[in-house]
């Protein structure tokens, strides 16, 4: 059972967030000032934190700074109804693991709290392979083989996230939402993925034998060493 704290000041909200995650088996803590969910986030281990941007006495991104700054690592999934661009690279750079505009359905919130909390059990990885891959998520650094591959940050963001779901169909709608951090996928952007899938694949499979980058027609992509 995971422990998941919500810092949220509509009581409508954190009540139907709170039973929705016990109905999925979790125990859920709420807090409704940030004074209140900083003193529980020093005083308890939680898995996961669902935490508004916009509370009274405090904001959000004021308490993810402190909690970040104290060390503690625990993943964040921040609520907002700020939707612009510069915002969500503001939460996620304040220490945001994860970004939820307002209004959601629950099942997305759902989903995207697993997710955090499978992440943060998982072990500290600093190397992943696929095949004669290998990447360096310290150094962000890619070889295949003795090759050194020369990598934008965002291609590299875009490998590390196909590697994480190796052998897994990755749709555009999730690299836009996991890599891009776009709410509403468009087409412009879905042109864009494109363009970087294909200078990657290009970086990667050009010359190998053995193609790592696959495309599910229709569906979208996938990081494995043999075709489906």
Request: with cysteine; aromatic share 4%.
């Amino acid at each position: 059972m995971a422990q998941i704290l919500i810092i949220e000041d509509d009581p409508k909200t954190v009540a139907a967030i709170c039973e929705g995650l016990r109905l999925d088996g979790h125990d859920a803590v709420a807090a409704t000032t940030g004074e209140q969910g900083t003193t529980l986030c020093r005083s308890r281990t939680f898995d996961a934190i669902v935490l508004d941007w916009m509370l009274p006495e405090r904001s959000g991104i004021d308490i993810l700074k402190i909690l970040r700054a104290e060390g503690i690592r625990t993943p964040v999934l921040l609520l907002t109804a700020r939707d612009t661009i510069e915002d969500r690279v503001l939460g996620l750079d304040g220490g945001a693991d994860d970004y939820l505009i307002k209004p959601f359905a629950f099942a997305e919130l759902s989903a995207r709290v697993r997710a955090l909390v499978r992440r943060a059990g998982e072990p500290d990885v600093v190397n992943r392979r696929i095949g004669d891959l290998v990447l360096d998520l310290t150094q962000r650094r890619a070889t295949r083989g003795t090759r050194k591959i020369a990598l934008t940050p965002k291609e590299f963001d875009l490998l590390c996230y196909l590697a994480r779901h190796q052998g897994q169909t990755v749709t555009r709608q999730m690299l836009a939402k996991d890599v891009w951090h776009e709410v509403h996928r468009a087409t412009p952007l879905d042109n864009v993925i494109d363009v970087h899938i294909a200078h990657l694949r290009r970086k990667l499979d050009e010359g190998e034998q053995k193609k790592l980058i696959h495309t599910v027609r229709g569906v979208g992509f996938a990081l494995r060493e043999t075709p489906a």
